[in-house]
């Protein structure tokens, strides 16, 4: 069996696999369903009391059997957070600045049954009920204040003006004649995923110690008890798909910790050094929040380490160009679509060079394809001497016969890099370009019967993108094999095989992306026909 009869096989499995595969993990994607803000407003709360020695155990103040509690609303021009005096902690984070389907402010932090708060602390020595009293509340600042067994314990919850940061100052007293010894945990904000695997996926926690970034996943069998974190901790955060909480303490911690009730949840906090009061003393501790966006520039703000909270694989820097670059077509255009396209443009602008040397290889194996057609027929029995001729009369040619591949090949890590930033960039959540609602989404053209909802990989709508990309590569192709009469048996079914599959494998990615892709091979076949044309490619043969 020939090279190109194995390649076709290989194809062919390759989309039997790939329809196989996106059926399968159809049935682990659930459909969007937005928080709604009206439903996650409590007025009661019940809370067991329970000793505290595993992070799991720790993850709640011990207060009375049942307390109702109140709460207060502080708020700037971006966020909106309430607080409650159970705990003197966050249970509710609005953002102003992004809003659901429902077009209500974005809830990033709602109550949830048995799910520590923001600002949750333990203490892991003394009495410290879980009944807070307000002290002050006004404009953007709400501070509480509980006093127990000869201390006097205050915390202060304040927002910036005007952007995602959150300051928490606790306060701890020791009002006794006798030293006190005080530890304490306290948590970051939670985050729970509602739409499965794809936003699942980036679910993670990120511990900053010792100069690198350590990463953890939501998992049920190794983090419902929690798992301690050695080494002072620079910053922590709990990250999703689109929004992030990034905490860092204004004083040394002795370690962080991780934990999750399953796949779908996580939340990290931070466990303080053993403090030891004199009576009498003070101490005042500093955590700086920031809740919002996975924007890096505003989380740098708080530390610049914070660019390890998202990284966009092994190719990560040219994730962060390929994100630069749309910023600034974007800020040209007012539309990520048509920045996309722009993009697009100036990639095959770059790899124009590339491109005419990839045409000029293409151009000379057809040359040669007789010659090539004569050698496999006179070693059809011998492989190995078969293609030992043939490369031999690729030498004599001075011909590079990947040469043709090289574009295509260039273009994978800018794929793939470009993959991550639509899947993940709270930016393109949501924008529009004609008939594509959103950006990171399919783009859904046409919505089937409620009776073929269902369907295996189409699923309840056509996506028009992908079949137009499909189309557009089926043109390049031929026009890149020098037209049907040119091409031989192998080369004509590749160029039917080949848009086919990739249309399928396109079918349900991002529109951004296929946008790209649709994008680049039509620029490909407007340069391959004035390439192939034009006096510039003459003098290059």
Known sequence: MNTEKRLMLAVAASVVIIVLYQAY?????KPYQAGNVNDTVATERVVEQSPVPSVAQQGTTAVSPTVSYDTVTISNDIMQIDTTDSGATINELLLRDYYNKEGQPYPLLVYQEGQPMLFETVFLSGNVPGKWQLDYSQGQVARYKIASDGLAISKTITLDKANHFITLDLTITNTSPKQQLIQYRVYNGYIETVRGHMDSRYLGADIFVDGKALRRRASRETMQDGEL????????????RYFSFLMKPGQDAESAFVQSRGKNDLCTGLVSYPITLMPHSVVKHTFWVYAGPNDLDAMMALDPTATEVINYGIFHIIGRLLFKGLGMFYHWTNNYGVAIILLALVISLIMLPLTRKSLHSMK?????????????KQYSDNPQKMNKEIMGLYKKHKINPIGGC???LLQIPIFFSLYQVLLRSVELKGATFLWIKDLAEPDAAF??????????????????????????????????????????EQQRLMAGIMPIMFGMIFYNMPSGLVLYWFTNTLFMLVIQEVVLKSRFFA???
């Open 25 to 29: 993990m159809k049935q682990f994607v």
């Open 229 to 240: 974190i050695p080494g002072t901790p620079t910053w922590i955060s709990t990250r999703g």
């Open 364 to 376: 000379e194996m057809q040359k040669i394809q007789p010659e090539t057609e004569l050698i496999r």
């Open 406 to 408: 090289l574009p295509m």
């Open 447 to 488: 919505a089937l019967p409620s009776a073929m909802q269902n369907l295996p990989f189409l699923g309840g709508h056509i996506n028009i993108l992908p079949i137009l990309m499909a189309i557009a590569m089926a043109f390049q192709q031929r026009l890149s094999q020098g037209g049907s009469q040119k091409m031989s």
């Open 539 to 541: 003098k290059a043969v």
